[in-house]
Each structure stands twice: as C-alpha cells, then as structure tokens.
C-alpha cells in the first residue's frame, strides 16, 4: 500500500491509511499516546494505544515516522478527522527539538535551518513557489522567452554605491544588481524577454524591505513606450494576485491574509505623477526637497491613502538610473514608474529607455563612469535602435505584501542581509 497524504484524510473516512511525517506535537499518558503527524500538505491527529503504545511514548517532536491506521471523523480533531493507530515506525528518533514555544524573531533566523519546516515558514514558501510559477506563466503566456544575464559584470547599472565588488582572479568585479544593461543587447534578437534572477547590492541602511542578495523579476521589450510598460506592469501584478488567491488560499489565510481581497486585485491601478505625489506628502505635513526620491517613510505615508498598488510616474532624472529616457514634455523628469503598495513600499521599478548616445555618455560621465567600459552598451544604440522599456520587480517584496509580513526577511528560505550570512 502507498502512502498518502494527510489532505488526503478526510476521503479515506472509515477506512486505513498510511502516511508518513514528523511528529508536529506529542502528548502520551499510560493509556494514550496523542501524536499530531505533519507532512508538506497539513497535520492529523493520531490515537496510539495498547502495544504501540512504548513506541510513541519514546517519540520526540519531529521524530520522522510512518503510520497505519483507520481514520474517523472526529469533531473534537483539529480538522475534523483523527487516525487510530494500528500500525507505527519509527524511521528517525530526533534529538531534542531547539525551536520551542515563544523564541524570538533573531533565534528563529539564527536556525532557519529548522524554522523552516515551521507552518509558516511552510506557507511562506508554497506562495513564493506560486509566485515564481505565476511570473514564468505570465510572461510565457505573452510570448517572452527567458534570458539570462551574467551574474559578474564590469558595469554598473542602479549607481555605484550599491555594487558589491568581487576578487576575479586579482582584478575587481561587480555583482549584478539587475540584467538590464544585457537585456537591452538581447532585445535586438529575442525582442520579448523576461527573467527571473538573483540581484546582489550592498544596501547600506538596514531596513525591513532590503536583502543584499534579492530575486529579481525583470523584463525587457523591444518597440514598447511608456503607456504600455505601466499596462503590462499591472497586468503581471494582477496576474500573479489572481494566481496566488487561487493557489495558495489555504496558506494565505494561514497567515492571516484574506485571500478574496487580495483575488480582487485588478487592473488598472491608480496613477499619479510624482508632482502629485509631493503635494499629497505636504498635505500630510511631509516636506520633501525639491526632485528628491521618495523614501521608505513617505512610501509609506503616501500608501495610506491607497489599497490598491499605486503607479507614480515622471520621476526627477537627478534621482533615477542613467539609461531612462527623458520626458520629452518636462526634460527635468524621465519616463520612469515606480509601483508602490501598502505597507511595503516600492515593488516595480520601470522606464522606457534613452536611445541618444549622447545623452547616455553624457549621464555616465556625471556619474563620474568610464565610458570605455560601456562600449558594449552604447554600441546597442548605433545599430538599428529602437524604442524600447522594461522593469524589474523585486520578488521577496511582492511576497512581503501578499503574506503581509513585517520583514523581507522572512520571503526567502535564507536570508542575506548586511548582518546576515548565516546559516
Ligand atoms: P529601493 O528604493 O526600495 O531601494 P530601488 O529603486 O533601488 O528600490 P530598483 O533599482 O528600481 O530598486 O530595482 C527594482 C526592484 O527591485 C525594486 O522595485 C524593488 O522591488 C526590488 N529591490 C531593489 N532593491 C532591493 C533589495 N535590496 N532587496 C529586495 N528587493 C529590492
Ligand atoms: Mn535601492
């Protein structure tokens, strides 16, 4: 007989199952072992008595066993089912669990190791592994192939205070901190590409919204202005909402998130201009020097008065990478959209891109760049240039937002932060 699964309980009323897990909790007296089973798809409850009963006396919280037993509806069982034991291995007796009740938030990173197998680790991770499958499904859906850039590169791309450098054999080299400038030499070929791909930037503040090693979903297409990037950014963002309500209900309410409100996310979203965002802000009694970015606070400040994600476009060129196009209708701005939703702040970074190699080479030197290192890049705009836009999405941050946790830290398995490389 295979095993099933403990989702798989309440088909098998009245008759045996067999399943295999670890013990979740453990309670025994001398008549009555109580053993909760965890697999990947829940917990069931499991009655142990008479000669097994020595066996599950020994067992110890995340002891792995298999089990035999008939199941019967219970209304007292969480979940409604409990198993009656009639037959019990023990395949690994565990150690001493370390993870008790009550431990803090910095003890459960320090063994993420084991944190993981928790219940909400567990539902965490089943919606980031929808969110991956929902990017991959809707850019594949609209004709994007996959492309993938090098990880070690020469050039900066989002400014050079954020680049880790590396030894590469006794001269220094950065880590990518996006695809981007690849991506603009791939679109001459593939004119639909998207990835999805780790992105490495020393942040120096500590905040709850930065990992210094991020999964980034970018992509770049070719021909595309400015009105379609915004479409096509609520569109995924939709996309994957719609997925993850769909998906992972069960986990999102887990962890306490309503998944009909977040089903309900669809395009389009609210749009407004950078201009009319530092108004909002002053309204609030937030003053902002003029053409500065917007920082986490008033993100944060400007989000209360939205539900929705929130597109602010037309940011001041001063503060945006080098290769965004200027507006052609305020040339202290450029075509350049951020997406914000509550709580988290900044999940999409977009714009259509430069074409003038002047204009680039002159936006590399202010940033005090050897433009003999983005040759490569430049050459992209003498040969057949076109229009072109893209974005990158950072993946932990739309994990963030639809599992409503405090930090970005708790969206991946293991974590990287500027104090954080371990385990
Ligand atoms: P922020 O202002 O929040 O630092 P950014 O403007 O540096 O973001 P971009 O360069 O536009 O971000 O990168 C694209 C997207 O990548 C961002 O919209 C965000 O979702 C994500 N992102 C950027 N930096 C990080 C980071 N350190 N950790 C996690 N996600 C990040
Ligand atoms: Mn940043």
């Given at each position: 007989m295979e095993f099933q699964t403990v989702s798989q309980v309440p088909e098998y009323d009245g008759k045996v199952i067999k399943l295999r897990g670890w013990v979740y909790r453990h309670r025994a007296s001398k008549t009555i072992a109580f053993v909760v089973l965890r697999d990947v798809t829940g917990t069931v409850q499991c009655t142990v008595k008479g000669d097994l009963l020595p066996k599950a006396d020994e067992l110890r919280i995340e002891s792995a066993i298999e089990l035999e037993g008939k199941v019967h509806k219970d209304e007292r069982a969480p979940g409604g089912y409990e198993i009656t034991v009639t037959g019990l291995d023990v395949v690994h007796l565990a150690e001493r669990f370390p993870i008790t009740k009550d431990q803090s938030t910095q003890w459960l990173r320090e063994q993420r190791h084991l944190w993981l197998r928790s219940q909400k680790m567990t539902a965490i991770l089943k919606v980031r592994s929808a969110v991956f499958g929902a990017i991959h499904d809707y850019f594949r859906g609209k004709g994007y192939y996959e492309f993938h850039s090098p990880m070690f590169t020469p050039c900066m791309a989002e400014g050079g205070s954020t680049l880790f450098t590396v030894d590469y054999y006794g001269k220094p080299i950065f880590l990518a901190q996006t695809w981007q400038l690849y991506a603009e030499a791939a679109i001459f070929g593939l004119e639909k590409i998207y990835t999805i791909a780790p992105s490495f930037r020393s942040e120096k503040s500590r905040t709850s919204r930065h990992l210094t090693e991020y999964w980034h979903a970018e992509v770049e297409t070719a021909w595309q202005g400015f009105d379609a990037l915004q479409e096509q950014g609520e569109e995924l963002v939709a996309f994957i909402c719609q997925a993850v309500a769909k998906k992972c209900a069960k986990e999102l309410e887990e962890l306490e998130q309503d998944p009909k409100k977040i089903a309900k996310i669809k395009a389009p979203f609210p749009r407004i201009t950078y201009d009319e965002a530092i108004k909002i802000l002053k309204k609030d009694g937030m003053s902002i020097a003029p053409g500065k970015d917007l920082r986490t606070l008033e993100e944060e400040k400007l989000m209360e008065h939205y539900e929705l994600p929130l597109i602010v476009t037309?940011?001041?060129?001063?503060?945006?990478?080098?290769y965004m196009r200027e507006d052609p209708e305020d040339p202290s701005k450029v075509l350049a959209y951020d997406m914000l939703v509550p709580?988290?702040?900044?999940i999409i970074g977009a714009s259509e891109r430069e074409t003038s190699i002047d204009e680039l080479e002159r936006k590399l030197r202010e940033e005090g760049e050897d433009t003999s290192t983005y040759e490569w890049y430049l050459d992209t705009r003498k040969y057949g240039s076109v229009q072109h836009s893209g974005f990158g999405l950072g993946v932990e941050r739309v994990i963030q937002w639809l599992c409503g946790?405090?930090?970005?830290?708790?969206?991946?398995g293991f974590p990287r932060t500027p104090d954080r490389t371990t385990p």
């Open positions: 037309r940011y001041p060129k001063a503060v945006k990478a080098f709580r988290v702040g900044e946790l405090d930090s970005i830290q708790d969206a991946i």
